[in-house]
């Protein structure tokens, strides 16, 4: 007569064969962890569903707590030790939902193992890498996108939000390559600032992703001038337990900076541009990241060279030229300041009107190459009359 504990060990191991199987013929919609009983407090359950990412099929882990939720992504091997490693010790019970059959298998209380199979709920074939979510940088399931109104109870984006949810994955895909390439790449601690935050969507995803994404130790700050936004996003910070996630009532004239590595500053108006660039600069930020709008300094001031008469005494593609004038200068300055530098749209236009980019990440750039930038900027100025810009007299103080 076989033991307890002999029947629990075939038990699991016909469990794990079939999940083994399952994920072979791509046919594990999802396996749930529940009835946990480890020492982590408000942990809930553990999703693990199959992805694919970069050409790479994962395990992907989400560790559900009453006010959180961690995700964790696993080469296959590796994620299958992980529930072994959990099963019959936190978790107490799995529930595996596949195409062909559900199967659960349970623990009592006297550790009797106990399995069982029943007809599939689930009848579509799972996607995956998310393709639902076409290489989204977080999942739609993480608390602050419910918390925040993008998302409901059910993980669905309000088709109202959809936009805005497209930027922020935009946006963080564009984030990870310049921290990718930059020295923070090898840091597990790295300090955020995100001024204009607003109602904190780019800022929680930010924290979000460097924190439970990419395991980096991050501190983040959201400088907004609106009381009633900063008191918002505190109390949800606090609620969702990001204690490294904070708020301050301010704007880049008042801010006190300390040390920052990441400058965030989207859509700050006309000079306050250069004003943000200006202090990631002074503060010796890694990586500057700026959306400008509202160009108004140098259109005033534009010469137009008799060649490009023609072109620009329609007000529309002076503005145009005014703007890019302006843009291509900061992004110069920058270098001259020994950042590598990109101008580029990074979210098309039928989702916003204010889609630029400014992306600038430190390089031990060779005084040559600054000796060059100033140069082209004093062609550029003697091209077009420039007398003013905002960013140059910032610096030079």
């Known amino acids: 007569m076989k ?13 794990f064969r079939m999940l083994d199987g399952c994920i072979g013929q791509n046919s594990l919609v999802r396996l749930i962890l529940g009835k946990y009983r480890g020492n982590e407090p408000d942990m809930k359950t553990a999703e693990i569903r199959l992805i694919r990412i970069k050409d790479q099929d994962l395990l992907s882990f989400v560790y559900r707590y009453r006010t959180k939720d961690i995700t964790k992504n ?5 994620g299958i030790e992980t529930v072994r490693g959990l099963l019959g010790k936190d978790f107490k019970s799995a529930h595996m939902f596949l195409l062909t059959e559900d199967v659960q298998i349970e623990f009592s209380k006297r550790d009797k193992c106990t399995l069982s199979c029943s007809k599939a709920t689930c009848s579509y074939a799972p996607e995956k890498s998310h393709n639902r979510e076409k290489e ?25 939000m959809a936009r805005k949810w497209k930027q922020i994955n935009v946006f963080l895909e564009l984030f990870q390559r310049a921290v990718s390439s930059s020295r923070l790449s090898k840091t597990q601690n790295i300090n955020v600032v995100d001024f204009g935050s607003g109602k904190g969507y780019l800022t929680f995803a930010v924290y979000d992703f460097l924190r439970n994404s990419q395991g980096v130790d991050a501190i983040v700050t959201g400088v907004e001038l609106r009381e009633d936004l900063v008191q918002f996003c505190n109390d949800v910070a606090r609620k969702l337990g990001m204690d490294k996630l904070h708020f301050c009532q301010g704007d880049l004239n008042t801010y006190a900076p300390g040390k920052i590595q990441v400058m965030i500053a989207l859509h700050a108006c006309d000079t306050a541009t250069d004003l943000s660039i200006c202090m990631g600069i002074r503060s010796g930020a890694e990586i500057i990241m700026c959306a400008p709008c509202c160009h108004k300094e140098l259109r005033p001031q534009l010469i137009v060279p008799p060649v490009l008469k023609a072109v620009l005494r329609h007000g529309v593609h002076l503005g145009q030229e005014a703007e890019m004038v302006t843009d291509s200068l900061r992004a110069l300055l920058l270098e001259a300041s020994g950042y590598e530098t990109q101008v580029f749209e990074f979210i098309s236009l039928e ?3 204010k889609n630029k980019m400014i992306l600038g990440v430190r390089r031990d750039a060779a005084q040559d190459k600054k000796d060059e930038a100033l140069s082209q900027i004093n062609a550029i100025k003697d091209f077009y009359g420039i007398r003013n810009i905002h960013l140059e007299t910032l610096l030079e103080v």
């Open 351 to 353: 989702h916003t009107s």
């Open 74 to 78: 696993f080469p296959i091997k590796d």
């Open 3 to 15: 033991s307890d504990e002999q029947e629990n060990i075939e038990k699991l191991e016909q469990f």
């Open 136 to 160: 989204r940088m977080i999942s739609q399931d993480r608390a602050f996108l419910t918390v925040l109104g993008i998302a409901n109870e059910t993980h669905q984006v309000f088709p109202s």
